[in-house]
């Protein structure tokens, strides 16, 4: 075998092969011999049949397996000596074999372009501070008080006020029918936390102990039944009694109760649950920042189009599964398919632009990413989406996800490579409380797992708290956050703090 590499663009190369004649009948002659072995033909024992036959009987599949098989084993063999690494789908341009006569061909891919690196170690990244005010540890220590109090029926009776629980019965109806999944009964409700809606709230307000009320209810566009979105029912409800919340003082047996030693240790513990998310995170962004600094500096540089495609691709994707979740569809955003991927352009060029920077950074380097750590991925990834780990692995060698995978895992090594030489620069977190703003205050649910281990996820009470839950924890915007009904974003807390 003999070949030639053409440059034909800073990110594209074309391969012509040349095989000699001998090595294409020793190919044929391969795959015959496989297909002797397997093939029953009449008037022969299995394994007996001559070659003449199997090749003349099954010509065209072993002509085809041939010439597959033979180009696969010499792309794999030229890529390695050039050491290159492809970074689109490679196309093939052949013909099939012929006995006794010379074969030829050329494949064509993208590669990464060639980069002068900027020098990438030693440099200053500004990361926020971490800081934990009292209130935000009295702010929890008051949730945990609140899921700790009595409840006691108040004897007078009047209607119910905000903050106190109202015990009703209540459904939805429409033409007469209940609605069915809008329904309960003897439900305690706490007033005044946003856990129903507004309207039905209202009509709670207006009502005794022993009386009925009902109202008509326009579900919000977001409502976590998608069926149910946007249409109007009447809201039947029956208040049973009213009852008052006794929040207890903070003792060693209160804290306790939430998994903690005493008081000390549960304050300790949500402080420190507090700083490892807020760490977390202002590092996340501090990385960010300094290799887009880095990015900015090199000179303008191409991009292999194919990777560019690939991640519009999936940002569509992402869309879509999300409009799904709602009930929607692409046209419900009243944009083209091509308006749409425009979009999504400056996005998906300055995540390749951040790919190809880590990978040469990953190779200048000598990184590598072991067997062993591909495996404690995907296991992870598993456990994430409760999913059997031979059926993700199947899934990631059918789908040729391995390879993605591991470069996105040389990526990650790179990164924290340039931040572990970085000098790292403490600045006092913004006055305006807009960091603060981006994280989810520490639920009591948080405080328990960081004492005691239990790696349980928070159950919500409303959507209001899953969206800041998620946004801290998750790393997705507000928006999207928004955009997945309570169930979903319940799920995915479950998945995230399971893995």
């Given amino acids: 075998m003999e070949y030639n590499v053409e440059e034909l663009s800073p990110v594209k190369r074309k391969i ?55 180009i696969n084993y010499q792309i794999n063999e030229i890529m390695s000596g050039l050491s290159l690494q492809p970074m689109s789908r490679i196309d093939v341009d052949a013909k099939e074999l012929v006995r006794d006569e010379d074969f030829k061909y050329s494949i064509a891919f993208e590669v990464a372009p060639t980069l002068d690196l900027p020098e990438y170690k030693g440099l200053v990244a500004e990361e926020i501070d971490v800081v934990v005010s009292d209130a935000e540890v009295a702010e929890v220590e008051d949730r945990i008080l609140a899921n700790n109090a009595e409840v006691k029926v108040i004897e007078d009776v009047r209607p119910p ?28 409700l706490v ?34 039944n998608t069926n149910m979105a946007g249409q109007t029912v009447t ?44 760490k977390q995170m202002n590092k996340s962004m501090a990385q960010s920042e300094l290799l887009k600094s880095l990015i900015e500096s090199i000179k ?36 083209t398919p091509e308006q749409l991927r425009g979009d999504f352009r400056a996005e998906a060029e300055q995540t390749v632009k951040t790919e190809i920077f880590l990978l040469a950074v ?22 994430q989406t409760r999913q059997p780990l031979h059926e993700l692995k199947k899934y990631y060698e059918d789908n040729n996800l391995v390879v993605p995978l591991k470069d996105r895992l040389l990526c990650d090594k790179a990164s924290e490579l340039i931040y572990g030489a970085a000098e790292i620069k403490l600045v006092a977190p913004p006055a305006d409380g807009k960091q603060a703003a981006k994280e989810a205050p520490a639920k009591k649910e948080d405080a328990e797992e960081a004492s005691s281990d239990k790696g349980e996820a928070p159950r919500f009470a409303d959507k209001a708290e899953a969206v800041e839950w998620a946004v801290a924890n998750l790393g997705i915007k507000e928006s999207t956050a928004k955009s997945y009904s309570l169930a979903k974003l319940q799920e995915r807390a479950d998945k995230h703090v399971a893995g």
């Fill in 16 to 70: 012509t092969v040349e095989v000699p004649a001998e090595e294409v009948n020793a190919a044929l002659s391969a795959t015959v011999a496989l297909y002797r072995m397997q093939v029953e033909v009449k008037g022969f024992r299995k394994g007996k049949v001559p070659s003449s036959v199997v090749e003349s009987k099954y010509r065209k599949q072993v002509y085809g397996e041939a010439t597959t098989d033979l």
């Fill in 161 to 188: 006020k905000d903050g106190e629980v109202a015990s009703v019965s209540f459904g939805a109806y429409q033409d007469g029918k209940i609605v069915e999944g809008i329904q309960a009964e003897n439900f305690d």
């Fill in 191 to 224: 007033l005044g936390e946003n856990q129903a809606l507004p309207e039905f709230e209202e009509m709670l307000k207006t009502l005794t102990s022993g009386e009925a009320g009902e109202t008509d209810i326009t579900f919000p566009a977001d409502f976590i």
């Fill in 235 to 278: 809201m039947k409800a029956k208040l049973h009694a009213v009852k008052e919340r006794i929040v207890p003082e903070m003792t060693d047996a209160v804290a306790k109760k939430a998994g903690f030693k005493d008081v000390e240790t549960m304050r300790t513990g949500i402080r420190e649950s507090y700083a490892s998310q807020r």
């Fill in 300 to 335: 303008d540089f191409p991009l292999p189009p194919a990777m560019v495609e690939d991640r519009i691709d999936r940002l569509i994707q992402d869309l879509e599964y999300k409009l799904d979740r709602q009930g929607k569809g692409f046209q419900s955003l009243g944009k």
């Fill in 362 to 383: 990953a190779a200048q380097e000598g990184l590598e990413i072991s067997p062993e750590e591909i495996e404690a991925t995907l296991s992870q990834l598993a456990m």
